[in-house]
């Protein structure tokens, strides 16, 4: 059908649509009606009869599906089907990494191969649309959702944004195997006062378009399908009534052809941010903004009758919406075939398996080794025998993660699991030795038993998967004393010991342990996986090639950190009282973002920038070698920064421009290049239009954003295409 049939089409059904319909279509309702996530409680059958309801989320399988869906098609007047869509985070079946830990993997390719299979899985489910990729820039490890973020900086989430939307949706939304994406939450909500979850958001114009603006921008040139209002305001306005942002910037400036989801009764929840008094007001302020679906607040239900009758809104502005719903369910080929997801398509042996290998890939290549004293790592069967200790050694429910869609802690492997294929299990002793999160130090004396008759510990420490994600804001991202209690008790026994740590943040860890760790390892919540993803790492078979995609601070007090700060009046110096620093912590953090080592080692050249000076419009390769001066092949990550020395406007010290993977043999070496766009450079000025300014440019190129490690060139930044300026 080509776009002037299926607009006819539209406006055809919109004439015969009486009131109730039209709403109906934007009115999103979830089997579970009490909470958000996953649930099966209730649908109301009797609306989705009476054409009340537009789409469904939090129902899937394709019977189940089929089922509610006709009583759409053949129970309601105008037979318009329903799409369904679902929380396909990182994965729907077979669970991949959370969100930071891949992004942590640096590969587009990855990325992109993980969402396709989240995409097959749940159109096999019956799904439509997911509610991902979330792209909120998150820099404060208090807040849980962090983990569901691809990390700190915003090169980074655009580029994630671009991959993840392209692959879940894959050109044809009409085509077996492809799900509308949805980008959320729009905009800065991982910028909640304090970590604290739905808490206020204040941000200045120039960050919001330099840092949280972009990743979104990626996801609707990338052609996503749906945007996400986030639940909170800013400067006081909340995102579900931010017309100047959802409908001036993203839907008239932007050109966002899409629908706007609300969030989990975010239009509902304008009368708690007190901006309107009832349902009503919320229901014409959110449909003035440009939200067109009402996820499960029924404020467009109970409230667009409403304020059509006190002229808050009009019914051509509900048609609009109503139009675009409808064009996304022909886009979905919902008109074509309404029951086309639900054939019950399920994948043979063959097509698990890859799957099942792609969760185990993907897995390892998201662990971040962050200590390796002596390479102690890789370790093999050959070593001797294993103390096993710690609560999330054999945690199947929490390596899955939160947002974790179907994933199936039966068909998880913890670590144990893995283990237990590669040693001899009389090699291996375990004991939990604490509970994730309570203060129970008994269990310590049991852990420290297997510890004194074993060659080597691995110590498996970090946060329950319920400790993340949505509603998982901690005041204090640290590791629960008890089995702080544990390792302090382990690590005194002088063996040596491979700390694990699990998690969906950067956790801050106290001194000691990052000491006695010999190896130290970021896991985060692998996925499926888990269990063969960290043996592979473990007995080298993988050599670990992941790294941080947010930093780590040191302390709670460092938060919020990132590495893309600007210089200050007085920069930190330790000899001098009046400079910008802590008198009672360091302002370094404990891991830098893009830090994580590997079981080989690289040196690096100096940047070869193809030219001095970089005109308006142009674009330029900056080359560097790099050599494998390990003894094992090897993945290398080398990143692209830039500084801005001199500017109208103090600049970050360093902004992130590039990332480039290379896989080097012993002893090889090879080039990577990188390009670099005079536009790149542009960057939010005084009276905050774009501007590209004259001057000299750094360039710097290394393995994670600890200035140390960097390699600099520089060169000169020309905006005048005039060759005698
Ligand atoms: C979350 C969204 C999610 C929605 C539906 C909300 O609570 O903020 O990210 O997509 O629930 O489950």
Avoid at 5 to 22: F, Q, S, V
Wanted: proline residues 5%; charged residues 20%; glycine residues 10%.
């Amino acid at each position: 059908m080509n776009g002037t049939d299926r607009a006819a089409r539209i406006e055809a059904l919109l004439a015969e649509m009486n009131l109730d319909e039209k709403i109906g279509q934007l009115n999103m309702v979830s089997a579970d009606l009490s909470v958000s996530g996953p649930g099966r409680r209730a649908l109301p059958l009797a609306d989705i009869s009476a054409g009340l309801v537009g789409s469904v989320l939090n129902w899937w399988g394709a019977r189940d599906t089929r089922e509610i869906q006709r009583r759409a098609v053949e129970e309601t007047r105008l037979g318009i089907p329903l799409f369904f869509g679902f929380d396909v985070i990182h994965g729907q079946r077979t669970i991949f990494p959370i969100p930071l830990a891949e992004a942590g993997a640096f590969d587009t390719t990855l990325w992109e191969r993980t969402a396709r299979v989240a995409a097959q899985e749940a159109a096999e489910d019956g799904l439509h649309l997911t509610f991902a990729p979330m792209l909120d820039v998150a820099r404060d490890p208090r807040w849980g959702r962090i983990a569901e973020t691809p990390g700190e900086d915003a090169f980074l989430g655009a580029a994630f944004a671009d991959a993840k939307v392209r692959a879940f949706q894959n050109g044809d939304l009409s085509r077996n195997g492809n799900l509308a994406a949805t980008a959320k939450h729009f905009v800065a909500y991982g910028l909640v006062n304090a970590g604290r979850e739905y808490a206020q958001v204040d941000v200045s114009e120039r960050a919001l378009r330099d840092v949280y603006l972009p990743p979104f921008r990626a996801a609707v040139e990338a052609g996503a399908a749906a945007i996400m209002p986030a639940f909170t305001d800013i400067a006081g306005l909340p995102m579900h009534a931010h017309r100047e942002l959802l409908f001036s910037l993203v839907r008239e400036r932007w050109g966002f052809e899409g629908v706007f989801i609300s969030d989990y009764s975010g239009i509902a929840e304008l009368v708690n941010h007190g901006v309107a008094a009832d349902l009503v007001e919320a229901a014409a302020l959110a449909l003035k903004a440009g939200v067109d679906i009402d996820m499960m607040g029924f404020a467009y239900l109970k409230g667009l009758p409403g304020a059509l009758e006190r002229g808050l809104v009009s019914m051509a502005e509900i048609d609009v919406c109503v139009r675009r719903v409808l064009g996304l369910k022909f886009a979905l080929g919902l008109f074509d075939d309404p029951y086309r997801a639900c054939a019950g398509d399920v994948p043979d042996f063959a097509t698990r398996a890859l799957r099942r290998a792609l969760a185990r890939e993907s897995g390892a290549r998201s662990i971040v080794l962050l200590k390796n004293r002596h390479d102690i790592l890789p370790h093999d069967a050959g070593h001797g025998t294993l103390a096993v200790v710690g609560p999330l050694a054999d945690a199947r429910h929490d390596m899955l993660g939160p947002w974790c869609a179907l994933g199936d802690q039966d068909e998880s492997f913890a670590l144990l699991d893995g283990l237990y294929g590669r040693w001899p299990r009389e090699w291996i002793l375990h004991a939990p030795g604490a509970t994730i999160d309570t203060t129970d130090e008994t269990m310590i004396e049991s852990a420290c038993a297997a510890a004194r008759g074993a060659d080597c510990v691995i110590l498996c420490l970090g946060e329950s998967r319920s400790m993340s994600g949505e509603a998982g804001s901690r005041a204090d991202p640290s590791l629960p004393a008890a089995q702080l209690a544990l390792a302090k008790a382990v690590m005194a026994l002088e063996k040596p010991v491979v700390a694990i740590l699990f998690g969906g943040r950067p956790l801050i860890l106290p001194d000691w342990l990052v000491e006695a760790s010999d190896a130290l390892i970021a896991a985060w919540f692998p996925g499926s996986e888990a269990g063969h993803a960290l043996a592979d790492i473990l007995t080298g078979v993988c050599n670990p090639s992941a790294r941080l995609a947010a930093t780590w601070p040191m302390a709670a007090g460092q938060i919020p950190i990132w590495f893309g700060q600007r210089p200050t009046g007085r920069p930190a110096d330790a000899k001098e009282m009046y400079s910008s620093k802590y008198i009672d912590a360091p302002v370094e953090p404990r891991f830098a973002f893009g830090e994580g080592l590997s079981y080989t080692n690289f040196l690096l050249g100096d940047p070869q920038p193809d030219r001095a000076v970089l005109q308006r419009g142009e674009t330029m390769s900056i080359s560097v070698c790099i050599t494998n001066a390990g003894s094992r092949r090897g993945r290398q990550t080398l990143f692209l920064f830039t500084r801005d020395p001199v500017a109208s406007l103090s600049r970050p010290l360093l902004e992130l421009k590039g990332f480039r993977q290379i896989d080097l043999d012993a002893g090889e070496t090879g080039t990577v290049t990188f390009e670099l766009a005079a536009d790149d450079l542009a960057f939010t000025g005084c009276d905050l239009s774009s501007v590209l300014e004259d001057g000299c440019i750094e360039i710097h190129i290394g393995f994670s954003a600890r200035r140390t490690s960097l390699r600099s060139a520089a060169i000169e930044l020309k905006t005048s295409t005039d060759a005698t300026a």
